[in-house]
């Protein structure tokens, strides 16, 4: 089975412009979950995703927004970038959102803001 | 509040145990979780324990969890020099809404020396 997919791994953006970050799950998961990960703050949630409704989310500024199409799949989107947004954003899917359910995590999109 | 402290370096020697120590504080996480992050990855799933347990074994890994004092570890036995990497230790409240909100702690650095 072929792991979470996130797109792209790279991305370079100036202050002030808005970034959209893609997510595929593992085949099969319905729930995806969004994290940053910076030196600073470590690793935070964003937001979480099931049936292409948000059921959680973190404490972060209403420039990070997401969504979850039909098929599972995610994106998420901020707005007005600015410096400190430089981070790696990770994407995560889990079977259900039930607490058994573990967080499998992708690479990653590192995201450098100038 | 919910936080968890780890330790933010270990170094072993090659063929050594290595034992990752956590500490957290929400007395209502019901999934505690053991993650590997190698160097431009993302995060790895290694183990998790629900908190009716006090011990899980898996190959290599063992995980010990103190519940009354909030304490959790991971042991892994005859370490590789390819064990070298960042371990984060998370909590989730697993309930319906929660589980895909996981608190992270802030990673130990595990260095293993041939």
């Known amino acids: 089975k072929a792991g979470v997919t996130q797109t792209p791994r790279y991305l370079i953006k100036t202050r002030g412009q808005q970034v959209t970050l893609s997510c595929s799950p593992i085949?099969?998961?319905?729930?995806v979950s969004w994290y940053q990960q910076t030196p600073g703050q470590g690793l935070q949630f964003l937001f979480e995703?099931?049936?292409?409704?948000?059921?959680n989310k973190g404490n972060f500024p209403g420039r990070f927004s997401g969504r979850q199409f039909s098929n599972s799949r995610s994106e998420m989107n901020v707005s007005t970038l600015e410096l400190g947004d430089s981070a790696l954003y990770l994407c995560?899917?889990?079977?259900?959102?039930?607490?058994?359910?573990?967080?499998?995590f992708g690479n990653g999109t590192r995201l450098t803001v100038t | 509040g919910e936080d968890v402290e780890q330790s933010l370096f270990l170094s072993v020697r090659e063929g050594d145990s290595s034992v990752i120590n956590c500490t957290y504080t929400?007395?209502?996480?019901?999934?505690l979780y053991w993650y590997k992050q190698e160097p431009g990855a993302g995060l790895q799933l290694l183990t998790y324990?629900?908190?009716?347990?006090d011990m899980k074994q898996d190959q290599r890994l063992t995980v010990l969890l103190n519940k009354k004092d909030k304490h959790l570890s991971l042991r892994i036995a005859d370490t590789q020099t390819g064990d070298s990497a960042i371990y984060f230790c998370?909590?989730?409240?697993?309930?319906?809404?929660?589980?895909?909100?996981?608190?992270f702690g802030q990673g130990t650095e595990l260095s293993v020396k041939p």
């Open positions: 995560a899917s889990r079977a259900d959102p039930g607490g058994g359910s573990p967080l499998h």
């Open positions: 085949s099969g998961h319905r729930s």
């Open positions: 995703y099931f049936s292409e409704t948000q059921r």
């Open positions: 929400d007395s209502s996480s019901t999934y």
């Open positions: 324990i629900f908190s009716n347990m």
């Open positions: 998370a909590e989730s409240m697993g309930i319906y809404n929660q589980g895909g909100k996981l608190i």
